[in-house]
T-cell receptor, first 114, second 116 residues
Framework: AAGVIQSPRHLIKEKRETATLKCYPIPRHDTVYWYQQGPGQDPQFLISFYEKMQSDKGSIPDRFSAQQFSDYHSELNMSSLELGDSALYFCASSSTSGEYNEQFFGPGTRLTVL | DQQVKQNSPSLSVQEGRISILNCDYT??????FLWYKKYPAEGPTFLIS?????DKNEDGRFTVFLNKSAKHLSLHIVPSQPGDSAVYFC???????????????FGQGTILTVHP
């Protein structure tokens, strides 16, 4: 079965640079979520999109922005990168046509800011 | 403010025995709970979930129990296998059931080690 695809899997950037992370949800899933997991921490919700509209927002810095495109893939744009942005970034998708909100996660993008 | 708590950072179990992972929550708005398994360098893998209208859900070797009055849930794995060794996250959401929202709030995770 198709799973959530994230690219790139690994990314190394310098401070103050920009990064773009991509997420391709499971086909026919209409909701995409982004989570950030710092070293030794639990995943923290950043932002979500339902049918290409932002549906919820968590602890996402103003330096970050995201959008969902017509093909339902999503991109997380991160500017003015800081050392503290080094983390695993997960994308998850779900379908509101299901009975419950089971979110399926991608493999993650490991971002390292030097 | 940790709304979902897994107070045991690690658990060690013998193969064939039962593994019990516990999770507590504080937000009474949570109405849907999930367990995820995570290996290093991989994304969380969905295991099993339970709605607040139920107190038990079973899927093969995995059973989740929910005690709403105590705001406590547990995951039972019987029998435990070495391949079950991973980090287990408890997660909760509010307003589930066909809605567009439903961000997950995760616990800190419990490292399960199953010895052969």
């Amino acid at each position: 079965a198709a799973g959530v695809i994230q690219s790139p899997r690994h990314l190394i950037k310098e401070k103050r640079e920009t990064a773009t992370l991509k997420c391709y949800p499971i086909p026919r899933h209409d909701t995409v979520y982004w989570y950030q997991q710092g070293p030794g921490q639990d995943p923290q919700f950043l932002i979500s999109f339902y049918e290409k509209m932002q549906s919820d927002k968590g602890s996402i810095p103003d330096r970050f922005s995201a959008q969902q495109f017509s093909d339902y893939h999503s991109e997380l744009n991160m500017s003015s990168l800081e050392l503290g942005d080094s983390a695993l970034y997960f994308c998850a998708s779900s379908s509101t046509s299901g009975e419950y909100n089971e979110q399926f996660f991608g493999p993650g993008t490991r971002l390292t800011v030097l | 403010d940790q709304q979902v708590k897994q107070n045991s950072p690690s658990l060690s179990v013998q193969e064939g025995r039962i593994s019990i992972l516990n999770c507590d929550y504080t937000n009474s708005m949570f109405d849907y709970f999930l367990w995820y398994k995570k290996y290093p360098a991989e994304g969380p893998t969905f295991l099993i979930s339970i709605s607040s209208i139920k107190d038990k859900n079973e899927d093969g070797r995995f059973t989740v129990f929910l005690n709403k009055s105590a705001k406590h849930l547990s995951l039972h794995i019987v029998p435990s296998q070495p391949g079950d060794s991973a980090v287990y996250f408890c997660a909760a959401s509010a307003g589930a059931g066909g809605t567009s929202y439903g961000k997950l709030t995760f616990g800190q995770g419990t490292i399960l080690t199953v010895h052969p």
